[in-house]
């Protein structure tokens, strides 16, 4: 089956998540199995967000985000850090021009102005220029924890006055990173990790989680499909039964 004929059936089946989020597992581990140094195994990574990228629009998800830098990634050895900075700045500006060709709307969250001041330019700018488009919203996490998210949507509903008895899990969203977003529908994680990480942890309560053993430098756009697929299998419930789903659906009707 070709790409086109994938993209087609996926979208025949319909419900297509709106929003997909990635842990983008195993750089590393890429680099040593293939004798290379870590920063070649990012390197090679960011063909695979690329091609991520293209195939989301294509398939006309609205939102893309991507666990990039985490805060405790500033605990890896200086060198690294110095080299994923240094990738950060050359892909935003290398990429920037395709993404606008595409239509793709940049966004960054996290704690951008820790940033070194290059990279954080260099990603202002790009949102600037991308800011019109009305395609895919490619969401860049980082500098980014869930813990820290949610520290700073505290602190800003604390600054705001809002008496503690009015504080609702819906004025919690409102202050977080991705307020003007909706949650994710699907979170993919690579390399074989089964876990969050502290990625978007209100956000996801209840995403679909779809794990798998591919390192990040070889995934590609038939794991997407695959990932996306399983989704389409899945009946999500919310915390309600299978019989008030059924009756729900009895109630709307053909459309």
Known sequence: MTDAEQQAALKARGNLPRHIAVIMDGNG???????????????HGV??????VRASAELGIE????????????????HEVIGLMRLLRQTILRETDELNQNN?????????????????????????????????????????????????????????GIPAEAITPETVAGYLYTADL?????????????????????????TELWFTPVLWPDFRRPHLYEAIGAFQQR?????????????ELREIGPE
């Open 63 to 78: 939102v893309l985000s991507l666990y990039v830098f985490s805060t405790e990634n500033w605990n890896r050895p200086r």
């Open 29 to 43: 581990r890429w680099a040593k199995q293939n004798g290379f140094s870590r920063i070649t195994g990012h390197r």
């Open 235 to 247: 009946q999500r419930r919310f915390g309600k039964t299978q019989d008030q789903l059924f009756v």
């Open 104 to 160: 793709v709307r940049l966004r960054a969250s996290g704690r951008i102005d820790d940033l070194p001041p290059a990279a954080a330019k260099a990603l202002r700018d790009a949102i600037t220029t991308t800011g019109t488009n009305t395609g895919l919203i490619l969401n860049l996490c980082i500098n980014y924890s869930g813990k820290a998210e949610l520290v700073d949507a505290i602190r800003e509903i604390v600054r705001s």
């Open 47 to 52: 063909e695979s967000v690329r091609e991520l």
């Open 182 to 206: 909706p949650e994710p529908d699907l979170l993919i994680r690579t390399s074989g990790e089964m876990r969050l990480s502290n990625f978007l942890l209100w956000q996801t309560a209840y």
